[in-house]
């Protein structure tokens, strides 16, 4: 992916700011339309132009943006698009174009884990998704477990899960896609083992005796049948068609899915509670997080002042009223600390999403975005998913599929230009 910039052509004014947004048409159109026209109400002299692409091909569009001359001055992105983007160097830092106050009103934990990169910040935080536990009353109790205790800690949730596992043949604790996009990632991470070394040069760090020990943990659930065979497949989709049938007891996922349940699973969902996640050895909780990032147009003063018009439109997207606004129509929580005070997040109404409002909300304080941006994700991943297959399927010790994935992080690291970020 290759965007490239330049500084801008027009004074500042004259053209429209353009907004990119994810996936959001036509669900939230007239969220967007009212949001769009109390900018341009509070802030004369600026317009803007929405544009919305669906999430299948969403980076090609960006880029063919670029390539035409028409770059979006705001754009959302996830987490993981965004990694891939500032990367490019086409992300202005936002920083210097908007008061300290603003910057400071964001959750300090989410800017830095998922908006910062060597000190700039290259979006604004917009809505999140925290994960929370949906667990199946009934398949706990049918396997001798207490309903009113779901597992508290990852611990009890393989403990659990080994009971289940035991007494209810043909039905698990839960799902965990290990080859997903790298997951095995996020799993050492939970477990506090480093990923890479500190400083240049950077290398591999997690071929150690802990990295050894949290992929062996993982081969043997899934070879003794703790974890369902599917748990190979490169998707978590299957985790959450199986919590719908009734097979597994627990789903750490965003509180979005409740719906889903109730739609789909009205039985699984008459049945279901809601907890806390369960706490991982790092005493972090996963995220997602969506954000807005301002493009770069050049050096010049028209420039820079479009690149400030457009930060002060990302500001104004991400506020605490306009999130509020947006987390009332759509099971999402805000970036702001200000509208986590608001009683939708304070004070349950006694549904499991209200429940799920209250139990997510409390932990945004330690929620994270558990990767750090690294170069050639796409390849890193990759040697994390034939280390799992390695270890579950060929028999090959962990602690060796962990060395052959750290060689081949090592030969990506090592492949890069002098100063690659």
Known sequence: ?????????????????RLMTYSLSPAFDDYMAALTASFEATHPGREVEWID????????????????????????????????????????????????????????????SACETGGRVHGLPWYLSPVVLLHNRALMAEAGLDPD??????????????????????????F????????????????????????????????????????????????????????????HVRGIELFKTGRTAFLVTGAQFLR???????????????????????GLTAVDVMML???????????????????????????????LALCRRAVVFPSVTAALEDPLFRESDGTLLGDARVVGARTLETARVFREI???????????????????????????ALAEAAAAWDAVFASLPSGAP
């Open 1 to 17: 992916l290759m965007l490239g910039c330049g500084d801008a052509a027009e004074p500042p004014g004259e053209a429209p700011l």
């Open 53 to 112: 692409f669906p999430a299948d091909g969403y980076l090609d569009k960006l880029m063919l943006l670029h390539q035409s001359g028409e770059p979006p001055d705001v754009v959302n992105l996830t987490f993981d698009l965004g990694a891939q983007v500032v990367q490019q160097g086409v992300l202005e830092d936002i920083r210097p174009l908007l008061p300290p106050e603003v910057i400071g009103g964001y959750l300090p934990g989410i800017l830095a």
């Open 149 to 174: 205790h779901p597992p508290a800690t990852f611990d009890e949730q393989i403990a659990m899960s080994r009971q289940i596992h035991g007494r209810l043949p043909g039905r698990w604790g839960f």
């Open 176 to 235: 965990e896609s290990l080859t997903e996009a790298g997951h095995l990632r996020d799993l050492l991470f939970q477990q506090s083992v480093p990923l890479v070394t500190p400083g240049e040069p950077r290398r591999a760090a997690f071929a150690t005796p802990a990295g050894a020990e949290v992929l062996a943990l993982w081969v043997e659930l899934y070879q003794s049948g703790v974890i369902p065979r599917e748990s190979l497949q490169p998707t």
């Open 260 to 282: 889903s349940v109730q739609e789909d699973a009205p039985d699984v969902y008459a049945q279901c509670g809601v907890a806390r996640a369960p706490e991982m050895p790092c």
């Open 293 to 323: 990032s301002v493009t770069d147009h050049g050096e010049s003063a028209a420039a820079v002042e479009r690149e400030r018009g457009a930060a002060e439109l990302a500001a104004f997207v991400t506020n605490a009223s306009n999130q």
């Open 374 to 400: 690294l170069p050639e994700s796409g390849r890193l991943n990759q040697a994390m998913s034939r280390a799992v297959e390695r270890a579950c399927l060929e028999g090959v010790a962990p602690a060796d």
